[in-house]
Every structure is written in C-alpha cells, then in structure tokens.
C-alpha cells in the first residue's frame, strides 16, 4: 500500500503564510514527479505546482512569485511554502504523485487525502 499524508493547513490572515507538507509512505521503489492541487467550493480541482524528480518546477501563473515547491527525495516528502496568502487561495489542497512500487512496476498516480487551507480575516 501507498499512502499520501498531507499537513500544514489552517486558517490565515491575507498577506500572512501557510507551510504544507507531503509524506509518501508505504513499499516505494521509486517517486516521479511530485504536486499540489487545490479545489475551492463549487470549482473544479486545479494544479498548483508540481516538481520533477531532479528538481525542476512548475507554477499555476495565480501563484507564481508568492508559492514555492520543494521536496527532499531521501524523504519522500513534497512542501509547499505558501506567502502573501489571498481569499481566493482557499481551498482543499490535494497533494499528488507518480509512485512506482517495485522495479518490475509501472508509475501510478496517488493523491493525499487533503489539507483545507483557509484565507480570512
């Protein structure tokens, strides 16, 4: 089994941050590329950002310049550092990842449970 455990959500002021946090536990041979989602009320889910294996990024242009993504591999573990929060960045963040179980396995994709992230005064 595969599991996705995300943490870090609450509620926050606009303007102040947020820091969740991604563990993939479970029989892992191998993690692929990484991401966060998110999903307002009455929205349909949508990328955030996502992070390749060696490094590399991308970002959703509403939170470019104020959201970074990182992940420590010996870890298994995806961050999201989110800054200068907005109202309009509430919503369940949904952590998501390519996991190949055994050598002999295809990447599947698994998403975390959800962490509600909330922006309000």
């Known amino acids: 089994q595969v599991q996705l455990v995300e943490s870090g959500g609450g509620l926050v002021q606009p303007g102040g941050s947020l820091r969740l946090s991604c563990a993939a536990s479970g029989s892992i041979f191998s993690i692929n590329a990484m991401g966060w989602y998110r999903q307002a009320p009455g929205k349909q889910r949508e990328l955030v950002a996502t992070i390749a294996k060696g490094g590399s990024t991308n970002y959703a242009d509403s939170v470019k310049g104020r959201f970074t993504i990182s992940r420590d591999n010996a870890k298994n573990t995806v961050y999201l550092q989110m800054n200068s929060l907005k109202p309009e960045d509430t919503a369940v963040y949904y952590c998501?990842?390519?996991?190949?179980?055994?050598?002999?396995?295809?990447?599947?994709?698994?998403w975390g449970q959800g962490t509600q992230v909330t922006v309000s005064s």
């Open positions: 998501n990842a390519d996991i190949k179980r055994g050598w002999y396995d295809l990447f599947n994709n698994y």
